[in-house]
């Protein structure tokens, strides 16, 4: 069977699934799903080098921000 965000299991009821990869160099990017949703990811051209993050509303699963903060550049 197919679970939420290419997961081994299913999460427990009143739970959300997520999956974060970070990525390999310059060759796989990082892409973050949560509740079966591509947040981000280098198909959606929204991740970039240093820290990719997304701030989720912990109750409905709403996407509230994506961001990157580039850390080599400082």
């Not at 991740?47 to 709403?62: D, E, F, K, P, W």
């Amino acid at each position: 069977p197919r679970h939420k965000c290419g997961n081994q299991k299913s999460c427990p009821h009143n739970h959300f699934a997520f999956k974060i990869i970070s990525g390999a160099a310059n060759v796989v990017g990082p892409s973050i799903c949560f509740n079966d949703m591509v947040l981000m990811s280098s198909v959606k051209n929204n991740i970039g080098r240093g820290l990719n993050i997304a701030v989720v509303n912990g109750t409905s699963g709403q996407l509230l921000k994506a961001d990157t903060f580039d850390m080599y550049s400082g």
